[in-house]
Nanobody, 123 residues
């Protein structure tokens, strides 16, 4: 059984930064791509960023490109999302997920999900 636990969310002013972490259980973390998604109230869950198993390839939604950076430390079984220049529209619950094949931007391409961490950006 794989468990993903997000942390690092909180309340920040517009223009500020936060770093989210997602710690994974299991010995095969380094074999899988990982992704971050977010869901704002009343909206569907949307893709934010993804990273290949090696960390050599990264992908971003247009809305966060240039502001967010995804990275991973396979020795620590952890994936990160560094969020800079935050905007009120970034307010959402952020989820990390383990890739299971398929298009990186589709939630159906991920098989395990964390419980989410709230990010609130005030104007």
């Amino acid at each position: 059984q794989v468990q993903l636990v997000e942390s690092g969310g909180g309340l920040v002013q517009a223009g500020g930064s936060l770093r989210l972490s997602c710690a994974a259980s299991g010995r095969t973390f380094s074999s899988y791509s990982m992704g971050w998604f977010r869901q704002a109230p009343g909206k569907e869950r949307e893709f934010v960023a993804a990273i290949s198993w090696s960390g050599g390839s990264t992908y971003y939604a247009d809305s966060v490109k240039g502001r967010f950076t995804i990275s991973r430390d396979n020795a620590k079984n952890t994936v990160y999302l560094q969020m800079n220049s935050l905007k009120p529209e970034d307010t959402a619950v952020y989820y990390c997920a383990r890739g299971s094949g398929g298009a990186y931007y589709l939630s159906s391409s991920y098989d395990y999900w964390g419980q989410g961490t709230q990010v609130t950006v005030s104007s």
